[in-house]
């Protein structure tokens, strides 16, 4: 962060010195929302949450050496005393960006693969300049700012990422910290129940190539139309990435090895190069490209682009992390949100990654899907009931719609194929073929144990007692079903 004294931070957030703050103490950062990541030199902002206040933590912010600390009430230590600490937050952190004028902002936003194309692309600034980008997915009204606050004189680049809850969240996002570059990844049926329907997704995820101006660049995926129609709503040059032949940046002779890892030939407007990917799923690759197609923008050689996208591991925690036991057993540990999209493409990913051994996945009843949440979540049930499992766990509430469609292409498989029983009470069958997935991917096999458990520790204490050597296992859900729990029972023995 920019240094700055209690007095300039309290005429930014129109706030009001108190507890005997001095206006000349100094601000070195960082600026935290959490006590115990106090440095000296801090400023501690407390943000009163649904569980947990944190103005009860100000004296111990203090004690460790945090400068003072930014109050909506009055607290017993050097404060200043603002209206709202979540807007002062945001106030501070544009008046912070706008003292940074060496420094490039590119925005990233898009329904799914966000995080994994920030960090891609963070990897990809830092070969030219300091880079700043999001720990995780801090991504909202309190993470983005606390981002843009890392911030100093030296950085030249900061990759943020932009969510949507509402319509002009990125809108708001964007008045904090400009974007020069904006990219739109795609438009997906997350938050579908809050928004109403895609065509409003895509009108807020629009807010950030609105917000470019024409000195900037929209970076947009050319094989999403609702994407490609952004490209009217901006000021911004445009260019494109994606599978098509008219992106300027694109993969051409993509393939997936059995561990469910992307290759292809980068082509880009000055050359192409080979990339491996060390990420997983096939998804990835447009992830990669967005990133490619932001990176060029900046000036980097293909060839850099290639080698820095081939040698990017998994950074973010709970997204596609595929851990192999001791035994043999691979868990895939894709817990950190899911909507439609995303879980097709994890299961298309187990489908890979497994080929002939033994699969199963645990899984929860998507959310904020609105009307249309009983229909989605039926047609989650009929994906994975077509996904050759040996065994299904659907977790926590709301998870009929997902249980019926499984439960419904265990049924048609039992009754379509000769000598196939009529299903059990729990809605097993035993086909003795395999059947065609009706959502065109993988096909079911052998005998598929579907079951209904009401929380993470259920769903991992039961399976854990099926697992064999050799087996895989999916575990992908929203975020708060809190299905790394599961992933990490299964690998908590092994590490032991």
Same mark, same amino acid.
């Given at each position: 962060?920019?240094?700055?004294?209690?007095?300039?931070?309290?005429?930014?957030?129109?706030?009001?010195?108190?507890?005997?703050?001095?206006?000349?103490?100094?601000?070195?950062?960082?600026?935290?929302?959490?006590?115990?990541?106090?440095?000296?030199?801090?400023?501690? $902002?407390?943000?009163?949450?649904?569980?947990?206040?944190?103005?009860?933590?100000?004296?111990?912010?203090?004690?460790?050496?945090?400068?003072?600390?930014?109050?909506?009430?009055?607290?017993?230590?050097?404060?200043?005393?603002?209206?709202?600490?979540?807007?002062?937050?945001?106030?501070?952190?544009?008046? $912070?960006?706008?003292?940074?004028?060496?420094?490039?902002?590119?925005?990233?936003?898009?329904?799914?693969?966000?995080?994994?194309?920030?960090?891609?692309?963070?990897?990809?600034?830092?070969?030219?300049?300091?880079?700043?980008?999001?720990?995780?997915?801090?991504?909202?009204?309190?993470?983005?700012?606390?981002?843009?606050?890392?911030?100093?004189?030296?950085?030249?680049?900061?990759?943020?990422?932009?969510?949507?809850?509402?319509?002009?969240?990125?809108?708001?996002?964007?008045?904090?910290?400009?974007?020069?570059?904006?990219?739109?990844?795609?438009?997906?049926?997350?938050?579908?129940?809050?928004?109403?329907?895609?065509?409003?997704?895509?009108?807020?995820?629009?807010?950030?190539?609105?917000?470019?101006?024409?000195?900037?660049?929209?970076?947009?995926?050319?094989?999403?139309?609702?994407?490609?129609?952004?490209?009217?709503?901006?000021?911004?040059?445009?260019?494109?990435?994606?599978?098509?032949?008219?992106?300027?940046?694109?993969?051409?002779?993509?393939?997936?090895?059995?561990?469910?890892?992307?290759?292809?030939?980068?082509?880009?407007?000055?050359?192409?190069?080979?990339?491996?990917?060390?990420?997983?799923?096939?998804?990835?690759?447009?992830?990669?490209?967005?990133?490619?197609?932001?990176?060029?923008?900046?000036?980097?050689?293909?060839?850099?682009?290639?080698?820095?996208?081939?040698?990017?591991?998994?950074?973010?925690?709970?997204?596609?992390?595929?851990?192999?036991?001791?035994?043999?057993?691979?868990?895939?540990?894709?817990?950190?949100?899911?909507?439609?999209?995303?879980?097709?493409?994890?299961?298309?990913?187990?489908?890979?990654?497994?080929?002939?051994?033994?699969?199963?996945?645990?899984?929860?009843?998507?959310?904020?899907?609105?009307?249309?949440?009983?229909?989605?979540?039926?047609?989650?049930?009929?994906?994975?009931?077509?996904?050759?499992?040996?065994?299904?766990?659907?977790?926590?509430?709301?998870?009929?719609?997902?249980?019926?469609?499984?439960?419904?292409?265990?049924?048609?498989?039992?009754?379509?194929?000769?000598?196939?029983?009529?299903?059990?009470?729990?809605?097993?069958?035993?086909?003795?073929?395999?059947?065609?997935?009706?959502?065109?991917?993988?096909?079911?096999?052998?005998?598929?144990?579907?079951?209904?458990?009401?929380?993470?520790?259920?769903?991992?204490?039961?399976?854990?007692?099926?697992?064999?050597?050799?087996?895989?296992?999916?575990?992908?859900?929203?975020?708060?079903?809190?299905?790394?729990?599961?992933?990490?029972?299964?690998?908590?023995?092994?590490?032991?």
């Amino acid at each position: 962060m920019i240094p700055l004294p209690l007095a300039r931070i309290a005429e930014i957030t129109s706030g009001a010195l108190a507890g005997m703050a001095d206006p000349r103490a100094v601000v070195r950062g960082p600026v935290v929302i959490d006590s115990r990541a106090v440095e000296p030199g801090s400023l501690f $902002v407390a943000i009163k949450g649904e569980r947990v206040d944190g103005h009860d933590f100000a004296a111990q912010a203090i004690a460790d050496g945090a400068v003072a600390v930014l109050a909506s009430k009055p607290v017993e230590v050097p404060a200043i005393i603002v209206g709202d600490t979540v807007a002062a937050l945001a106030a501070l952190a544009t008046a $912070v960006c706008a003292d940074l004028p060496e420094t490039t902002v590119i925005g990233i936003t898009g329904s799914a693969g966000k995080t994994t194309t920030k960090d891609l692309l963070a990897r990809l600034t830092a070969r030219i300049g300091p880079t700043v980008a999001p720990a995780e997915s801090f991504n909202n009204e309190i993470g983005h700012p606390l981002t843009v606050l890392k911030a100093d004189e030296g950085t030249r680049y900061l990759v943020l990422e932009l969510s949507a809850r509402y319509m002009g969240d990125i809108k708001h996002l964007t008045r904090v910290a400009p974007p020069k570059i904006g990219v739109v990844l795609n438009v997906g049926s997350a938050h579908l129940g809050v928004f109403g329907g895609k065509e409003a997704i895509a009108k807020a995820k629009g807010e950030l190539v609105e917000a470019l101006t024409s000195g900037g660049v929209a970076v947009l995926n050319a094989d999403d139309p609702l994407v490609a129609a952004m490209a009217e709503r901006t000021e911004a040059r445009v260019t494109w990435y994606g599978r098509a032949e008219s992106a300027a940046v694109r993969a051409e002779d993509v393939t997936v090895d059995a561990r469910g890892r992307a290759a292809f030939t980068l082509r880009t407007p000055s050359g192409a190069a080979p990339v491996r990917l060390r990420l997983y799923g096939e998804h990835a690759v447009q992830n990669a490209l967005a990133a490619a197609a932001a990176a060029y923008e900046l000036g980097l050689p293909v060839a850099t682009i290639a080698e820095e996208l081939s040698e990017a591991e998994p950074r973010s925690r709970w997204r596609m992390e595929v851990t192999d036991r001791q035994d043999g057993v691979t868990v895939i540990n894709d817990a950190y949100n899911a909507n439609p999209e995303s879980m097709r493409a994890a299961f298309g990913t187990l489908d890979t990654l497994a080929g002939g051994r033994r699969r199963f996945a645990v899984i929860a009843a998507l959310r904020e899907l609105g009307e249309e949440s009983a229909t989605l979540n039926e047609e989650l049930g009929r994906l994975a009931g077509s996904a050759g499992l040996a065994g299904l766990f659907v977790v926590g509430p709301d998870a009929e719609p997902v249980l019926a469609g499984a439960r419904a292409v265990a049924q048609d498989g039992a009754s379509g194929v000769p000598g196939g029983g009529d299903p059990g009470p729990d809605g097993a069958n035993s086909p003795q073929e395999d059947q065609e997935d009706q959502e065109g991917g993988a096909a079911a096999a052998a005998t598929v144990h579907i079951t209904h458990v009401a929380d993470a520790a259920a769903a991992g204490a039961e399976l854990s007692g099926l697992l064999a050597p050799g087996d895989v296992v999916l575990v992908k859900g929203p975020r708060a079903a809190g299905l790394e729990r599961v992933a990490a029972a299964l690998l908590e023995g092994d590490r032991q």
